[in-house]
Protein backbone atom coordinates (compact mmCIF):
# COMPACT_ATOMS: atom_id res chain seq x y z
CA UNK A 1 0.00 0.00 0.00
CA UNK A 2 1.05 3.36 -1.36
CA UNK A 3 1.54 5.85 1.49
CA UNK A 4 2.73 9.40 1.52
CA UNK A 5 2.80 11.68 4.36
CA UNK A 6 3.72 15.43 4.05
CA UNK A 7 4.73 17.22 6.96
CA UNK A 8 6.48 20.88 7.67
CA UNK A 9 3.83 23.39 6.83
CA UNK A 10 3.26 26.44 9.81
CA UNK A 11 2.63 29.90 9.87
CA UNK A 12 4.49 31.63 8.33
CA UNK A 13 4.89 35.86 7.80
CA UNK A 14 5.29 37.06 3.96
CA UNK A 15 8.89 36.89 2.98
CA UNK A 16 9.78 33.91 5.28
CA UNK A 17 10.26 30.10 4.22
CA UNK A 18 9.36 26.65 5.00
CA UNK A 19 11.01 23.35 4.17
CA UNK A 20 7.99 20.67 3.23
CA UNK A 21 8.50 17.09 3.44
CA UNK A 22 7.17 13.85 1.43
CA UNK A 23 7.82 10.69 2.72
CA UNK A 24 7.13 7.79 0.51
CA UNK A 25 6.59 4.20 1.80
CA UNK A 26 5.16 1.40 -0.14
CA UNK A 27 7.09 1.72 -3.41
CA UNK A 28 10.02 1.75 -4.63
CA UNK A 29 10.75 5.70 -4.58
CA UNK A 30 13.86 5.80 -6.31
CA UNK A 31 12.12 4.77 -10.06
CA UNK A 32 9.14 7.08 -9.69
CA UNK A 33 8.91 11.13 -10.54
CA UNK A 34 7.09 12.84 -7.73
CA UNK A 35 4.78 16.32 -8.01
CA UNK A 36 4.06 18.75 -4.98
CA UNK A 37 0.63 20.25 -5.57
CA UNK A 38 -1.32 22.91 -3.55
CA UNK A 39 -4.90 23.43 -2.85
CA UNK A 40 -6.05 27.16 -1.96
CA UNK A 41 -9.58 27.57 -0.32
CA UNK A 42 -12.05 27.77 -2.64
CA UNK A 43 -9.97 26.85 -5.53
CA UNK A 44 -8.69 23.64 -7.49
CA UNK A 45 -6.10 21.65 -6.50
CA UNK A 46 -2.83 23.06 -8.88
CA UNK A 47 0.34 21.81 -9.85
CA UNK A 48 3.43 23.40 -7.86
CA UNK A 49 6.35 21.20 -9.05
CA UNK A 50 7.83 18.30 -10.41
CA UNK A 51 11.49 16.20 -10.06
CA UNK A 52 12.30 13.20 -11.95
CA UNK A 53 13.87 10.02 -10.10
CA UNK A 54 17.30 11.16 -10.14
CA UNK A 55 16.70 14.86 -9.25
CA UNK A 56 18.34 16.05 -12.15
CA UNK A 57 15.17 17.32 -13.62
CA UNK A 58 13.06 19.84 -12.07
CA UNK A 59 9.39 22.08 -13.29
CA UNK A 60 7.91 24.68 -11.33
CA UNK A 61 4.59 26.47 -11.82
CA UNK A 62 5.05 30.11 -12.98
CA UNK A 63 3.97 31.25 -9.53
CA UNK A 64 6.67 30.14 -8.20
CA UNK A 65 9.64 30.03 -10.02
CA UNK A 66 12.40 31.14 -8.96
CA UNK A 67 11.20 31.30 -4.92
CA UNK A 68 10.78 27.41 -4.59
CA UNK A 69 13.17 24.74 -5.07
CA UNK A 70 12.41 20.35 -5.05
CA UNK A 71 14.84 18.06 -4.53
CA UNK A 72 14.89 14.01 -3.21
CA UNK A 73 16.55 12.19 -1.10
CA UNK A 74 16.51 8.61 -2.40
CA UNK A 75 18.00 6.54 0.32
CA UNK A 76 15.59 8.05 2.75
CA UNK A 77 12.54 7.61 0.39
CA UNK A 78 11.89 11.78 1.04
CA UNK A 79 11.32 14.35 -1.35
CA UNK A 80 11.29 18.17 -0.23
CA UNK A 81 10.13 21.13 -1.23
CA UNK A 82 12.15 24.27 -0.28
CA UNK A 83 9.65 27.84 -0.66
CA UNK A 84 11.26 31.31 0.42
CA UNK A 85 10.32 34.50 -0.37
CA UNK A 86 6.71 32.93 0.55
CA UNK A 87 3.33 35.50 -0.06
CA UNK A 88 -0.13 35.67 1.35
CA UNK A 89 -0.87 34.22 -2.11
CA UNK A 90 1.28 30.71 -1.25
CA UNK A 91 -1.31 29.86 1.30
CA UNK A 92 -3.12 26.57 0.73
CA UNK A 93 -2.87 22.81 2.10
CA UNK A 94 0.44 21.14 0.28
CA UNK A 95 0.23 17.71 -1.13
CA UNK A 96 3.03 15.22 -2.55
CA UNK A 97 1.76 13.10 -5.51
CA UNK A 98 3.57 10.20 -7.42
CA UNK A 99 2.51 11.06 -11.22
CA UNK A 100 -0.01 8.79 -12.63
CA UNK A 101 -1.38 7.52 -9.64
CA UNK A 102 -4.26 8.54 -7.50
CA UNK A 103 -2.33 8.00 -4.12
CA UNK A 104 -2.54 11.24 -2.49
CA UNK A 105 -1.19 12.27 1.30
CA UNK A 106 -3.14 14.29 3.88
CA UNK A 107 -1.35 17.15 2.96
CA UNK A 108 -0.11 19.99 5.27
CA UNK A 109 -0.90 23.42 5.45
CA UNK A 110 1.07 26.82 4.57
CA UNK A 111 -0.18 29.85 5.91
CA UNK A 112 1.45 33.26 4.93
CA UNK A 113 0.37 36.34 6.72
CA UNK A 114 0.60 39.60 5.33
Known amino acids: QVQLDESGGGLVQAGGSLRLSCAVSGLRFSIYDLNWYRQAPGKEREFVAYISTSGGTARFADSVKDRFAISRDNAKNTAYLQMTSLKPEDTAIYYC???????WGQGTQVTVSS
Open 97 to 103: NIPGTND
